[in-house]
Each structure stands twice: as C-alpha cells, then as structure tokens.
C-alpha cells in the first residue's frame, strides 16, 4: 500500500486546530462535531487532516474510531 499521497495532503493542510469532543464511536459524537458533517458544514480547506482521512477511511476497528485511525495515520507521515 502506497502512503505518499497522503504524506502529501497532510503536508499541504491547513494547520491543526484543536479537535472537537470525538468519542470512540462516531454515533456517540454529537452530530455537529462529526468529520463528514463539518465537512459538508464547513467545506474540505476547514478540517483538520485526520478528519479528511477519517472520511476516506470510513469506519475503525475495536475500541478505535476512523478518526483516531486518521489521527495515526497523519501523525505517521508529518515531518520530524
């Protein structure tokens, strides 16, 4: 699986802000603060990376949401 692409998004983001209450279980988080919510809300240049990369990835695994899987993911790929 090839990573650059989002290495690339990530670095072109616009800086982070701080992240809306997110529970582990997207249904738990209030509608408002869901990532394809404020997408739709805000528009794509207003969200914080993991966010988009929540939405691409659409659902987490146990006791991990999309979200914090998007979180890793960013982390992953930001310059030291």
């Keep these: 699986m090839e990573f650059e692409n ?3 998004m990530a670095e072109s983001s616009p800086p982070e802000t701080p992240s809306p209450s997110f529970a582990p ?3 738990e988080t209030p509608a408002a603060d869901r990532p394809r ?3 739709l809300k805000l528009g794509a240049p207003n969200l914080r ?3 988009l990369l929540a939405i691409l990835i ?3 695994r146990r006791g991990e ?3 914090q899987a998007g979180e890793k993911l960013g982390n992953s790929c930001r310059p030291s």
């Design 6 to 8: 989002v290495c690339v």
């Design 25 to 27: 279980i997207m249904t």
């Design 37 to 39: 919510e404020r997408l």
């Design 49 to 51: 990376t993991a966010e």
């Design 58 to 60: 659409r659902c987490g």
């Design 65 to 67: 949401s999309a979200l």
